[in-house]
């Protein structure tokens, strides 16, 4: 481990069946911020190993941070900053020793900071920069329907649903999926639809609109790629298809989180219309 600038008893491990349990306790002291890493340590509990690791400083935890290709960290801003940044510290390090394939780097955006500032000499500098991506959360909106128009995608949709993916990427971040990786991406959108975590609006026969759920967990849907057709633009689509799976996941007693762009003003004026009220902020490094 590097050098610590903070004295004290340090450590770094893998989540596992051991420390599961504080994890996620560490993790709920801001649950809608952090519903990626408490999801993704539901899904990984029963692996045999984890990317996804805990910084302790005198046996507590102090920030947790999945090591994937898309780096999310999780940290407690009534800790010292000094405690943050150590932890931080240790990441880095763990980032560079490993050489860990760093694809995105997307969490609360002071953690990005100072995390960055510890990368920024050894790699290559991001393709994307999204400085800025307010997070928004909506709840029990039992007023909005439920699922009529809009429905789970089905495998029968994936010709249609995997392009419409790939121009949601493209136009929001500026690289092509399709291009970078064809069938890794098909089958990442695949395994989605399998889930059933992708919900489509179909009108005259083409999706119109579609969204998909990027972390699932007892009580919180986190969306991402909300996405409307540009031949269908300004007709409501994107309107109709949000309140229905906000009142689909609000019958299931589940919280619906996202994050956005913030120079996207369209999407945040839906957004703030439909209810949503933002909770945090983040930032995106892409490669």
């Given at each position: 481990?590097?050098t610590?600038?903070?004295?004290?008893?340090?450590?770094?491990?893998s989540?596992?069946?051991d420390?599961?349990?504080?994890?996620?306790?560490f993790?709920?002291?801001?649950?809608?911020i952090?519903?990626?890493?408490i999801?993704?340590?539901n899904?990984?509990?029963?692996a045999?190993s984890?990317?996804?690791?805990?910084?302790?400083?005198?046996?507590?935890?102090?920030?947790v941070a999945?090591l994937?290709t898309?780096?999310v960290?999780?940290?407690?801003?009534?800790?010292?900053?000094?405690?943050?940044?150590t932890?931080?510290?240790?990441?880095?390090?763990?980032?560079?020793?490993?050489?860990?394939?760093?694809?995105?780097?997307?969490?609360?955006a002071?953690?990005?900071?100072q995390l960055?500032?510890?990368?920024?000499n050894?790699?290559?500098p991001?393709?994307?920069?999204r400085?800025?991506?307010?997070?928004?959360?909506?709840r029990?909106?039992?007023?909005?329907?439920?699922l009529s128009?809009?429905r789970?995608?089905?495998?029968?949709?994936?010709?249609a649903l995997?392009p419409?993916c790939a121009s949601?990427?493209?136009?929001?971040?500026?690289?092509?999926?399709?291009?970078?990786?064809?069938?890794?991406?098909?089958?990442?959108?695949?395994?989605l639809?399998?889930?059933?975590?992708s919900?489509?609006?179909?009108?005259?026969?083409?999706?119109a609109?579609?969204?998909?759920?990027?972390?699932?967990t007892?009580?919180?849907v986190?969306?991402m790629?909300?996405w409307?057709?540009?031949?269908?633009r300004?007709?409501?689509?994107?309107?109709?298809l949000?309140?229905?799976?906000?009142?689909?996941?609000?019958?299931k007693g589940?919280?619906?989180?996202?994050?956005?762009?913030?120079?996207n003003?369209p999407?945040?004026?839906l957004?703030e219309?439909?209810g949503?009220q933002?909770?945090g902020?983040n930032?995106?490094?892409i490669w």
């Amino acid at each position: 481990m590097a050098t610590l600038p903070v004295e004290g008893r340090w450590s770094i491990k893998s989540v596992g069946r051991d420390n599961i349990a504080e994890t996620l306790a560490f993790l709920r002291r801001d649950p809608l911020i952090n519903v990626y890493l408490i999801a993704r340590i539901n899904e990984e509990r029963f692996a045999s190993s984890t990317q996804t690791v805990e910084v302790r400083h005198n046996r507590e935890i102090v920030l947790v941070a999945s090591l994937a290709t898309n780096i999310v960290l999780a940290g407690d801003r009534a800790l010292s900053p000094d405690l943050t940044e150590t932890a931080i510290a240790a990441i880095a390090d763990r980032i560079l020793t490993k050489m860990l394939p760093v694809r995105a780097i997307i969490s609360p955006a002071h953690l990005v900071e100072q995390l960055w500032a510890r990368l920024h000499n050894r790699l290559d500098p991001p393709t994307v920069v999204r400085m800025n991506q307010p997070v928004y959360a909506i709840r029990s909106r039992l007023d909005f329907p439920d699922l009529s128009e809009a429905r789970y995608a089905t495998s029968r949709d994936l010709e249609a649903l995997v392009p419409a993916c790939a121009s949601m990427h493209l136009e929001e971040v500026g690289i092509d999926p399709l291009e970078r990786d064809s069938a890794g991406y098909r089958e990442r959108v695949r395994e989605l639809v399998e889930q059933k975590r992708s919900v489509i609006r179909i009108v005259d026969g083409m999706i119109a609109a579609k969204c998909e759920y990027s972390a699932v967990t007892d009580d919180m849907v986190q969306l991402m790629g909300v996405w409307t057709n540009p031949r269908l633009r300004r007709r409501g689509h994107a309107r109709a298809l949000l309140r229905e799976v906000c009142g689909h996941l609000a019958r299931k007693g589940k919280t619906v989180t996202l994050f956005v762009n913030d120079f996207n003003l369209p999407a945040i004026a839906l957004y703030e219309s439909l209810g949503y009220q933002r909770i945090g902020m983040n930032r995106a490094l892409i490669w």
